[in-house]
C-alpha cells in the first residue's frame, strides 16, 4: 500500500511538471486556428519534449502504482496533480498565487478524490461489446468536436482562457476515453504479443492517443495553465469512471449516505472551479502589457475627477536671466503699447490724429498756389 501511494504521488508530480514544461514551450507560438502541425512546430522546443518525456513516466508511474494498489487507492491521489502546478505557478510563475486560488485548487482536488474514493468503481467485465465501443468513440469525438468549434469559431480570439478552458474539458475527456481503451488492452497482456497485435485496441489507443496529444497541446498553448489544467485533473477521472461503468459495467455505490456525499463533492468541485474562473492567475495573462496598469471600467468610474491643469502663461522671449521680470504697466493711451520699447514721437502724434481726411487734404492743396 505504501508503495502505491507514493508511485501515484511520483506520477502527479510528473503529469504536473509535464504541464508546465509544455505550457512553456507552447507559450510563445499560439495557434489562430487549428493546427494540424503544432505538435511538429513544438517538437523543435527542448523544453516542450521534457514535459512529453516528464509525461511517459508519470504514464509509467501510474502502471506501477496500479500493480500495487487498487484503483480506489492511486487515482483520487493523482487528482493532486492540480496543487503541483499550482506549486509550479507559485516558484516559478509571472504572478503571485493568492490564499483564494489555493482555497479553490484545494476545493477541486479534494472534491474529485472525495468523489472517487465514496463511489469507488469496482467489478464489471474485462471486455466491452464492440457496439458499445462504437457508440462511446461516437459520443467522445462528438464532445471534441464541439469544444472546437467554440473555441476556433466565429468570435474566438488566440490565446484567451475561454479557449484554454474549452480544449482543456475536451482534453480531459479524450484521456478519460484513453483511459477505458489501456484497460481494455491490458486485458489482452497476459495472451502473448501475438494477441496485443491482433487486437484492434492497440491501434485505437495509437491513434487516439496522438490526436488527443495534438488537443492537449493546442489547449496549453491557447492560455493561461490555470484555465487548461482543471479540464485535465477533473474530467479525465470523471470520464474515465463514466465510461467503466457503461462499457465494462462497473459499479459504485449508490446508498443514500454516498448518493450524498458524491453530490457534496461535486458541488464542491464546482465551486472551486467557479472560484478560480475570477482568478488573476487566468484574467491577468490575458492582459497586454501595455495594459497591465491602466485601470479597469469601474475603477476609473469610481475615481474622482481629475482636477484641471491651468495653461502655463508664454514668457517674453525678449527676456533674458539679466533683466528682471516687469509687470505689465496698463496704459490709458491706446496708442501706446502697455509693454514693449517706447515708440517715435511722430507715430504717437500720428495715430493720436487719427486718419487724414478727404476735405482737409483738397483746401490744403487749393490753397497752396494762392500762397506761391
Known amino acids: 500500500m505504501e508503495e502505491a501511494i507514493l508511485l501515484a504521488v511520483a506520477a502527479s508530480l510528473c503529469t504536473a511538471t509535464s504541464s508546465v514544461c509544455q505550457r512553456t514551450g507552447a507559450r510563445s507560438s499560439p495557434p489562430a486556428g487549428f493546427d494540424l502541425w503544432l505538435v511538429f512546430r513544438l517538437a523543435r ?7 512529453i518525456a516528464s509525461m511517459i513516466l508519470g504514464f509509467v508511474f501510474q502502471l506501477t502504482g496500479l500493480r500495487y494498489g487498487d484503483l480506489a487507492l492511486v487515482q483520487p491521489i493523482l487528482a493532486a496533480e492540480l496543487l503541483f502546478v499550482f506549486g509550479y505557478l507559485a516558484l516559478a510563475g509571472s504572478r503571485r ?8 485548487a484545494v476545493a477541486m482536488s ?6 472517487l474514493c465514496v463511489a469507488s468503481p469496482s467489478g464489471g467485465r474485462p471486455h466491452a461489446p464492440g457496439s458499445w ?10 464532445v471534441v468536436v464541439l469544444a472546437l468549434a467554440v473555441a476556433f469559431g466565429p468570435g474566438s480570439h488566440p490565446g484567451t482562457s475561454q479557449r484554454a478552458a474549452v480544449l482543456g474539458c475536451a482534453t480531459g475527456i479524450a484521456w478519460g476515453f484513453i483511459a477505458a481503451v489501456i484497460k481494455e488492452l491490458s486485458s489482452h497482456l497476459g495472451d502473448g504479443l501475438g494477441a496485443i497485435y491482433s487486437t484492434w485496441s492497440l491501434y485505437v489507443l495509437i491513434a487516439a492517443g496522438a490526436a488527443t496529444m495534438l488537443l492537449a497541446s493546442h489547449a496549453l498553448a491557447a492560455g493561461p495553465l490555470a484555465a487548461s489544467q482543471p479540464g485535465f485533473t477533473i474530467l479525465d477521472p470523471l470520464a474515465a469512471s463514466l465510461l467503466g461503468v457503461f462499457l465494462f459495467g462497473e459499479h459504485i455505490r449508490t446508498n443514500v449516505l454516498d448518493l450524498a456525499a458524491e453530490a457534496l463533492a461535486l ?10 474562473s475570477r482568478s488573476g492567475l ?23 475627477p481629475a482636477t484641471p491643469r491651468r495653461p ?15 509687470p505689465r504697466a496698463l496704459s490709458r493711451d491706446p496708442a501706446i503699447p502697455a509693454d514693449g520699447p517706447s515708440p517715435d514721437p511722430a507715430l504717437v502724434t500720428a495715430a493720436r490724429a487719427g486718419p487724414p481726411q478727404p476735405g482737409r487734404v483738397d ?5 497752396e498756389p494762392a500762397a506761391a
Request: hydrophobic share 45%; glycine share 8%; proline share 8%.
Open 45 to 51: 522546443q527542448p523544453v516542450w519534449l521534457l514535459g
Open 97 to 104: 498565487v493568492k490564499p483564494r486560488d489555493w482555497l479553490a
Open 110 to 115: 479534494a472534491g474529485i478524490g472525495v468523489f
Open 133 to 142: 465501443w462504437l457508440l462511446a468513440g461516437l459520443a467522445t469525438l462528438g
Open 267 to 276: 458541488a464542491l468541485v464546482i465551486a472551486g472551479a467557479a472560484a478560480l
Open 282 to 304: 487566468i484574467t491577468g495573462e490575458n492582459r497586454h502589457p501595455s495594459r497591465e496598469h491602466q485601470p479597469t471600467a469601474s475603477s476609473a468610474a469610481n475615481s474622482p
Open 312 to 326: 502655463l502663461r508664454r514668457t517674453n522671449p525678449k527676456l533674458t536671466a539679466a533683466e528682471p521680470c516687469r
Open 363 to 367: 483746401h490744403d492743396r487749393e490753397s
